[in-house]
């Protein structure tokens, strides 16, 4: 059985045209469950993005277009987050701009990079960079500092904060996952402060990576919108019953579980191509 509510894909370039093809239940299916899961894993550890991107492409998607896709699925979820830190983001509005501006141009970088390539060699750097994403989520409990250094919330950005998070978000734009924990670990180390300040940063900082990397994409026509829109309510969802399991399921199950999935994804593309 097939509904016709899907783009199917005609590779011209970086481009993908959106046709009348009808796509399965099925899949349909199958979109929203990885995006469902996603909102999840993302509300409890992080590492969601390894789910819609890896559904996506399995499901034929080309890369490049399922990384873009992917980054539109996350994004309600990045607003939402924000929203709940908002408090915390204005006792330190000053910082948080200066972050900000420097997140878009390293965004910028990073989108127009993705774009430069083909599929072809995109394809070639997926299982390496799902290796290193992997591998910085499985880290991330380690990696941040242990004691980290008091810090005024309206504290201005350090030298070594603003560097660090332009290369950072060069990373985001580019490819994306494993780009919350990066961020929280550079953050910790070079900005200190508690947890909830860092974190509501984080947050902040990655809508503007994100919609950044959108609106290149989008410019550049290798967005799946149909797609997102399958996934983007399952995402919302997922967020909202993530804080119910929070409360009920070790984050360390969760983690193993989003590492488990890297890494199958890693080796599938390994020996796909």
Known sequence: MACIIRPGFLQT??????????????????????????????????GGTFLTFGAMTMLGVPPISANATSSIAQFPGYITSTWAYMADIKLMWRGAIAFAVISAIGALAGALILLSLDNVAFGALVPWLLLAATALFAAGPWL?????AERAPDAPASLAGR??????????GFFGAGMGVMMLATLGL????????L????????IVI????????ASGGVVAWTYAA??????????????????RVPQGI??????????FLAFYYFTKG
């Open 13 to 46: 370039g970086l481009t993908y045209q959106q046709g009348r093809q009808p796509v399965s239940l099925i899949a349909i299916g199958i979109l929203f469950t990885a995006g469902f899961l996603s909102g999840v894993v993302n509300a409890i550890a992080g």
């Open 144 to 148: 941040r500092p242990k004691k980290l």
């Open 163 to 172: 560097v660090v998070q332009f290369f950072t978000s060069i990373y985001g």
């Open 190 to 197: 070079t900005e200190g402060g508690d947890y909830h300040r």
């Open 199 to 206: 974190n509501a940063l984080k947050n902040l900082l990655s």
């Open 210 to 217: 994100a919609a950044i990397a959108i609106a290149v994409f």
């Open 230 to 247: 399958i996934m983007v309510p399952g995402v919302a969802l997922g967020g909202y019953a993530g804080v119910w399991t929070a409360r």
């Open 254 to 263: 969760v983690r193993a579980l989003v590492v488990a999935v890297g890494l």
